[in-house]
Structure formats: C-alpha cells, structure tokens
C-alpha cells in the first residue's frame, strides 16, 4: 500500500502504543495451540479470560484484571466442555457472565463468582444444544440483555433467548462456514462475512437477506460495522493474494466505495473498530505490528495514522471495554496481546499525548454503558433502542447492579430398558468417547473392589455362622 504525505488536521495523528511493564503483564500461561482464526481471549473489566492447551477436552482460565504476574501452574479452569474451545465472549452489560462455543456442538454460558475461581468449574449455567457440528463463533447483541446469537459449521446461526435458555430463530441463508458476525449500533442489522466469499447484510429476527455482495476481487474473511456511519469495513484477500480491506455502503453492496491493499503476508487480519474515535485498527495473525487509521465520512475515508511496531508475533487480541480503560492517561484503547511462544499476555495502550492533566472530553465522548436498552422479550417482539450511554469523566459507576438469572428446567426423563436416554447422552467427539471409556473403566475397577470387599465380608460371616452352630449343639 502507497502511503499519501497528507498532514490533514486530526487529534489522533499522534497517537501511540505503551506496552504495559512486566508487572502488569500475565505469565505462564497455557494458551491453546489451536488454529482455529479467532482471539481466543476476551476482556471487561473485572476479569481476563483465555482458551488454553488441554487435554480430555476443552478448557478456559479466567484471572481478576488486577491479578497480573506470573500464574500458577495448578490454577482453577472452566472445563466444562467435551472438545476444544473456539470463542468466548464476556456479556456487556452482566461483567460475571460469559459464554463460550465448542467442537462438541455445544454453547455455554457461565457464571464466574466474584473474585475469580477458587476450583474447577465445570458446571456451566446454561447448555446450549442446537447446532449439529462444532460451534465457531458466538456474539452477544449490543443492546438486549439475554439474546445471544452463535454461527456453527452447519452453516447456520442460532438466536438463543437465554431468559428461557432455548433458541428462538435460525438462520440459514449460508451455503458454506460462517467466518464473522458484526452488529450495527442498534442490534438491528447483522453483518456476515462467508466461506462462500459473500458478504451480507441480514434483519436477524425475520432472517432476511437485504443486501448481498459476491466479492470476487476482495476475498472477505472479517466483517465490522462502523457504528452510526452506514458503512461496513472488511479485511481479505485480493486476486493478487495481498492484504486487503475495503469499505461498503450497508445500503448498497455492489460495489466497494474503496479498496486498499496492505501488505503481502497471509496471516489474516483482524479489524477493531472504536466508534467514540472512528479509528480502525488493524491487527494481522502472527504479525508484530497494529496499524491504526481514522475513518472519515468524506474522501479520502481511510486516513493512515501510524503503526506500533512489536517483534513478537500476536496469536489473538482481546480489547478492553471503554468503561475500563485509563482516562487520566488519554488512553483511548486497549488490546490484550497473546504471545503464545511465551505463554505472555501483554496489555498495549492507545495513548493520544495531551500535556493537560485535566478530563479531555474531546477524546471522551459519551458511550455505551452497561445497562441494556433491552430485555429480550421487547427485542423480539420488534423493539429497536440505542445503547444506554455513560459518560467516563467520573469514572465507571454503574447505575444498578442487574442480577443474571438462569431459566429452571423441570427435568425431563424417556426411560427405555430402565435407561435414561437424557440423562445418557452418547459421546459427540473422539475426545468425548475417551473420556466417557475411561471414567467407565475407573467404576468397573470400584464396582469389581467394592465386590471383592463384600465377598470377603460374606465369608467372614459365614464362618461366624458356623462358629455358633457348632457352639450351640455343645451348650445344649
């Protein structure tokens, strides 16, 4: 990509990254070697969550935010889940709750006790069965509390309505693997990007396709919203098999209103989208590097600002909500970058330099907050509402502390030949019927010792028996 001299007048121009010291960095972490194109971590303000290398299943690790340091080797995961762990995803407006997705077909959302773990969790709130293959990629809506949406390898989507803990709508306008979801300010419209190499622009609650692009000269593989501006960025693949990103109008997807090339490489690139700013960043998979650019609604549209530079390469990156990030040091944003060659998790600050000490409400502007606009009774009955907004110049109070509640199930039972078919689900991965095979094996070893021990307590009151019948005879 040729980068234009241009000194247009802009408040990020100088905008640059602070790697956090060692103290605040997280050490020793197993992070999963899966291959998987995803982060693999997500981040509020309470907690760090990260997919980690396990084995007999798949397994997570969630560490307190100010907990950082080397970790301990014999630290507490979720490990609930029978096959590898794909996505997780913290809910926006309930900071203990997150889901997660799976190759065992599976989605579940779990609730971490304030603190952190204190032990092993592997019973999970909700689990979510509905897909028939793995599970790639989960995102919670923008604006409604308990609508979660979840993308499988059967090339559909699945609304969950987690106030009943069922789903309530399918998608399934996919012909192939589902690579990215992306939603508008609202929750209104849904952006998809597609193996098919079609990029769409969905109504999620009716499942209508209203706008669709072939992308034969951008191969799409990530897809954003720019919050409120009507447009959509994606990063691919040109024919040339160079990086590229290219910008949409959400009302007309015929034509890409303008196409950069980037670099060279093949490692994919992950777009992160900040609407307070409208600056664009851009991060590759195994790069080192983060290049960063403010979105405009009038031409040139993409003005480049700067790079930080890094020479370790980055497996994933987690991004810090607004409400969490340090407003007295003009931190506009913050990644979470995942080192997997030294098991590191180190935090990358977006500082614009200002010499004021005072609250830069220019940077600052209002954002949303954690409270949803709404429940997901009113958003599926057709309800469109902007996020609520909060102001970060007094810090991070929330207005009411909301309280996450789990549907309850009466539980079900079909008995057939004394077995309970629900309660004996068969194994759905070659991890699961392992598992299954040697917890089988450790109580055919228990049921065979406990027969044992009770032979040998059968014999012994056999004996005792004859004893007195021998005795009794004598007396007489």
Not at 75 to 86: E, F, I, M, R, S
Request: net charge neutral.
């Amino acid at each position: 990509m040729s980068w234009r001299p241009t000194y247009r007048s802009s408040k990020f121009r100088n905008v640059y990254g602070k790697v956090g010291n060692r103290e605040h960095c997280f050490d020793g972490i197993p992070i999963t070697k899966n291959v998987h194109d995803n982060h693999f971590c997500a981040i509020n303000s309470k907690f760090l969550a990260v997919v980690t290398e396990s084995s007999g299943g798949g397994s997570f690790i969630v560490i307190p935010v100010p907990q950082s340091g080397r970790l301990d080797s014999h630290y507490p995961k979720v490990c609930g889940h029978q096959g590898n762990v794909l996505d997780i995803k913290w809910n926006p407006f309930f900071e203990n709750i997150i889901a997660s997705c799976s190759e065992d077909t599976s989605v579940r959302v779990w609730e971490i006790p304030e603190g952190g773990l204190r032990r092993n969790m592997t019973e999970a709130v909700l689990e979510l069965y509905g897909h028939s293959r793995r599970v790639g990629v989960i995102e919670w809506h923008p604006t409604s509390s308990g609508i979660l949406f979840s993308a499988g390898y059967d090339y559909k989507i699945l609304i969950w309505n987690l106030e009943i803990g069922e789903p309530v709508k399918m998608i399934d306008c996919h012909t192939d693997v589902i690579l990215s979801m992306s939603f508008n300010t609202d929750g209104s419209l849904l952006a998809t990007s597609c193996k098919d190499k079609k990029l769409r622009v969905i109504e999620p609650r009716s499942g209508a396709v209203l706008q669709q692009a072939s992308c034969k000269n951008h191969r799409v593989n990530r897809v954003v919203f720019l919050g409120n501006m009507k447009r959509l960025l994606t990063t691919g693949v040109s024919r040339w098999n160079t990086r590229q990103i290219a910008l949409w109008d959400q009302e007309d997807l015929s034509m890409p209103i303008v196409e950069e090339d980037i670099d060279g490489l093949s490692g994919l690139l992950f777009p992160f989208y900040d609407a307070d700013t409208h600056m664009l960043y851009l991060a590759g998979k195994g790069d080192g590097n983060i290049r960063y650019f403010e979105i405009t609604t009038e031409k040139p549209y993409l003005q480049y600002l700067m790079e930080f530079r890094s020479p370790t390469p980055q497996k994933g990156l987690g991004v810090m909500p607004k409400h969490g990030l340090d407003v007295g040091a003009c931190e506009v944003f913050r990644f979470y970058k995942l080192v997997t060659l030294k098991g590191l998790i180190e935090p990358i600050s977006m500082i614009v330099p200002r010499r004021s000490d005072t609250y830069q409400e220019d940077i600052y502007p209002m954002t949303a907050g954690t409270e949803p606009a709404l429940s997901a009774s009113e958003w599926l009955s057709g309800i469109n509402r902007d996020p609520v907004l909060m102001s970060l110049k007094e810090g991070y109070q929330r207005p009411n502390q909301l309280v996450f509640k789990a549907p309850v199930k009466e539980k079900k039972s079909v008995v057939v030949n004394g077995i309970d078919l629900l309660e004996n689900v068969p194994p759905r991965t070659e991890n699961e019927l392992l598992r299954m095979f040697f917890r089988q094996q450790d109580e055919l070893r228990r049921l065979k010792e406990e027969l044992t021990t009770k032979d040998v307590r059968i014999r012994q009151l056999e004996l005792e028996l004859n004893n007195l019948k021998n005795v009794s005879p004598n007396n007489v």
